[in-house]
């Protein structure tokens, strides 16, 4: 598998759990030091899965306007677009940028930052 697409794979994941609310799996996504960067402040893995407390934050989601780049032969950029739909309905939609690094066989996620987008229409 080429690396763009293990970097999609694994950032899909990540969605996969919030869509399962699998916190387990969130968990395994994301490094022990990972930092991410919300509109609510600053996150570390544990506030990260434990979003998940109470269940699936997403019921449905799709990826666009994707961007990919190396930051060095183990580290990558992935930025894209989130359209998403919470489990209580109404979709939202953010850009995110999550940075992955190469550790062992797979990649795991050391930061986000998610930006949220007004929808219009």
């Known amino acids: 598998m080429a690396m763009d697409d293990e970097i999609r ?3 899909r994941a990540v969605w996969e759990a919030l869509k399962a609310g699998d916190a387990g799996a969130d968990a395994a996504s994301l490094a022990a030091d990972f930092l991410g960067v919300y509109p609510s402040g600053f996150a570390d893995r544990d506030a990260h899965a434990g979003q998940l407390a109470d269940g699936p934050t997403v019921a449905a989601y799709r ?3 994707e961007h990919l780049m190396p930051l060095g032969p183990d580290h990558m950029l992935y930025a894209y677009r989130a359209d998403f739909q919470r489990p209580a309905g109404g979709w ?4 995110v940028s999550s940075v992955w690094r190469r550790e062992g066989a797979g990649w795991i996620n050391v930061f986000s930052q998610d930006t949220p987008l007004a929808l219009t229409g």
Request: proline content about 0%; overall charge negative.
């Open 92 to 95: 939202e939609a953010m850009l």
């Open 63 to 65: 990826i666009g306007e």
């Open 9 to 11: 794979t694994a950032e």
